[in-house]
């Protein structure tokens, strides 16, 4: 440092100088070095943020390269701004007291950041009490700042992180308000110290008597019980002024309904004490009780010691009628209901709202067997009560829902129907397993001699009728093997019969086994529409079931359907169902050129929608007519092919001598060539005008061109097919 040709205050890359790096890093040697240097700036600006020495300093903590520059009077301490904060603030943030003779001016200790918050904001969030204490001593130094940002002030922050030297210092203080709710929780720095537990800073701000206790409508000791804090619940009740019964002004909830609701057992236990406790206290938003919120959460532990009272009510419903005991049966808590069963005092069959529902019938629909089994272990246990609702017993909800264990239990008892039907649709649990699947259950229901295997629901739908539908095999046969079950009951609102909605949904197992009786009529049609279990068959592309009814001789298998008259010819030959067309078309009986209500035939279904194999097949027939108009459109087979642009079945009718290339339909007198240019369907427009039967001229009843369609759309390639064909509107 002795040349006079070195530059102390060159930059490095970074923009900082010798200086700011020395004082970054704390080397006081180098710093003093330098600032005997007349030619040394001690505040040039540099680096992240644009930083001073002192701020290098003072984010580092380094107190003795703090010293040396503040004692130089051309140090600016409030100079630099470091994300936000002034040097002192980012120090006491820290904890780097400074102490000694070391200069600072008021605006060092109380100059705000950004965000608001002072230097004795920090240090008391942080917990370093020698700053606080330092800054205290100063007179200058605002104890209670508000920040902008949070609306917290020191002893807000201290309080939340259990600072107890912090609070305390603060608290010596007269002017610090003790009771300022934060900005965005609204909470006082008691309800911080409660909510996180801290004991010591509780107690130090409660023995102020102008202490707010009421904390967001909580008293300490509710908050305290919500949160398990053992300690400060037996502070609190140590205190004669503390009630144990204070309900919260929003909910209505005690100390013992919050402590139970999170089973805290130890906290419990301290309330439980208090000759003064009320057990049976209600809450307004639920209207639960203390038993009713540790029964819901399956709190065993405080639910044994709650009932250990006398003064307990065990039957005690909140505001939907439901009891201790209708929840721990629902929910499965057999351990629960062990110790509620066992009180004398406890009703087993309270019907809950809004469903009526019985303990029983909950712990059945959920499939708890243990649960059920204990019940039904009570003499005065109603094991058919049926809900409220739909009049539904706990053995609907059990057979419904597979539970086979349940089901043999409840069977066991001879006090009720196993054949009730619920109201809303008329099914019994027999109906509901059939449907479901639960073929275990139907066999058990089977074996009464008190249960109806032919019922009806309210749409007339029989056991077999819901087990056909839905495939299930095995409890078909089983339905199948009584020999009091009608294979052909149609139910209401389509008139389907066991065989017909088997049909639909392409269960060929089933379908086979219905086949197999004597009695099964395998071509009765639904009353809705007049479909039989071929049409459906045929239309959904069940080949399997196609084939097995056409193994039946007692059929029509070309009967159409009421609303549209179309075959089942027709709807697989739409479907592009190629397999199935093959099989039908092998029939004498079925006509392939039948026509439906709009007189659209198979071809006609087939061409429109693509299905190029099935054509083939059609075509090959003799007695299909290739230029059949359908309604209302009056399209030929040809004319669908060329709207849609299927262009292989296009080529397949133009081989055919007798089709008619040029026909227009009637309602818009527009000719095949006409949609297809329209359309955009090059390969089509090219064939079509390979054929000198068709006039590229034709003017549709609007008095379009082919060439005017194509070129209002914007096809180029069609235009130029058009052009050289083009001349005027023939009509």
Known sequence: ???????????????????????????????????????????????????TPLSWAAWGGHEGVLKLLLGRRDVNPNGSIIFGRMPLSLAAERGHGISGRTPLSPTDQTGREISGRTPLSLAAEKGHVGVVQLLLERSDVNPDPLEPRYGRTPLSWAAQNGHEGIVKLLLEIKVVNLNIPDAVYRRTPLSWAVGNGHEG??????????????????????????NGYEGIVKQQLGRKCVNPNTPDTNSGRTPLSFGAEHGHEGVVKLLLERKDLNLNTLDKLYGRTALMWATRNC???????????????????????????????????????????????????????????????????????????????????????????YGRTPLSFAAEHGHEGVVNLLLGRDDGNPDTPETEYGRTPLSLASGNGHEGIVELLLQRNDVNPDSSSRFSRT????????????????????????????????????LLWAAV??????????????????????????????????????????????????????????????????????????????LLLQRNDVNPDSSSKSGRTPLSWAAGNGHEGIVKLLLGRGDVNPNTQGIPYGRTPLLWAAVNGHKGIVKLLLELDDVIPDTPETKYGRTPLSWAAENGHVGVVALLLQRKDVNPNTCSKSGQTPLMLAAREGYVRIVKLLQTQHSRCIP
């Open 299 to 389: 709190h065993e532990g405080i639910v044994r010691l709650l009932l250990e009272r006398r003064d307990i009510n065990p039957d005690g419903s909140r505001k939907l009628g439901r009891t201790p005991l209708s929840w721990a049966a629902g929910n499965g808590y057999e351990g629960i209901v062990k110790l509620l069963l066992g009180r004398k005092d406890v009703n087993p069959n309270t019907l809950g709202t809004p469903y009526g529902r019985t303990p029983v019938s909950l712990a059945a629909q959920n499939g708890h067997e243990g649960i059920v089994k204990l019940l039904l272990g009570r003499d005065d246990v109603n094991t058919h009560t049926p809900e409220t609702q």
């Open 201 to 226: 800073v509780v107690e130090l701000l409660l023995e102020r008597r102008d202490v707010n206790t009421e904390i967001l409508g909580l008293t300490p000791l509710s908050w305290a019980a919500r």
């Open 463 to 498: 056991p077999l009728s819901w087990a056909a539908g839905n495939g299930h095999e095995g409890i078909v046969k089983l339905l199948l093997g009584r020999g009091d079950v009608n294979p052909n009951t149609l139910g209401t609102p389509y008139g389907r019969t066991p």
């Open 1 to 51: 440092m002795e040349r006079e040709d070195v530059d102390p205050d060159r930059l490095s890359w970074d923009d900082r100088t010798p200086l700011s790096w020395a004082a970054g890093k704390g080397h006081e040697g180098v710093a003093k070095l330098l600032l005997e240097r007349n030619d040394v700036n001690p505040d040039t600006r540099g680096g992240e943020g644009g930083r």
């Open 505 to 582: 949904n392409g269960h060929e197992g089933i379908v086979k086994l219905l086949l197999g009786l004597d009695d099964v009529i395998p071509d009765t049609p639904e009353t809705e529409y007049g479909r039989t279990p071929l049409s459906f068959a045929a239309e959904h592309g069940h080949e399997g079931v196609v084939n097995l009814l056409l193994g039946r001789d007692d059929g029509n298998p070309d009967t159409p359907e009421t609303k549209y008259g179309r075959t089942p010819l027709s709807l697989a030959s739409g479907n592009g169902h190629e397999g199935i067309v093959e």
